[in-house]
């Protein structure tokens, strides 16, 4: 069965995109820790993060980079934090958050966006990628 995020990639669920290449899918989280949280998902379905091989694992990290380094000139933060907790979804997943404190790296706080807010962000950091 297809976890959420390959329903995802395919668009049988709407997300708000900002970067795809032929491995990897980024996109905007509805339920995030801060402005601009995005997660980066490689397209091939794997549940733990060092159960990639190794290429797909360094290229995980350097999509991951690119989006960091966009969202970091878009967004109003001192950093881009990264997390890899996997428990949520079993299909491998980097956790790319705008950080001003250590709180927001913590699941515990959540930030509510409209779809509209939603859409400038993916469209302002896409534009950076």
Do not use: W
Not at 97 to 115: C, G, R, W
Not at 118 to 123: M, P, S, V
């Amino acid at each position: 069965m297809s976890t959420i995020f390959t329903k995802i990639i395919k668009g049988e669920i709407p997300s708000y995109k900002i970067a795809e290449n032929d491995d990897f899918f980024a996109f905007l989280d509805i339920n995030p820790n801060a402005k601009g949280h995005t997660l980066v998902v490689p397209k091939k379905e794997v549940n733990r993060l060092f159960d990639l091989d190794e290429s797909l694992y360094n290229s995980l990290m350097s999509f991951s980079r690119k989006i960091a380094i966009a969202q970091k000139k878009v967004m109003d933060c001192d950093r881009i934090g990264m997390a890899v907790i996997g428990l949520e979804v079993p299909h491998v997943h980097v956790h790319l958050i705008p950080l001003n404190k250590m709180e927001d790296i913590q699941f515990t706080k959540k930030v509510k966006l409209e779809p509209k807010e939603f859409e400038a962000i993916a469209k302002a950091i896409s534009e950076k990628v």
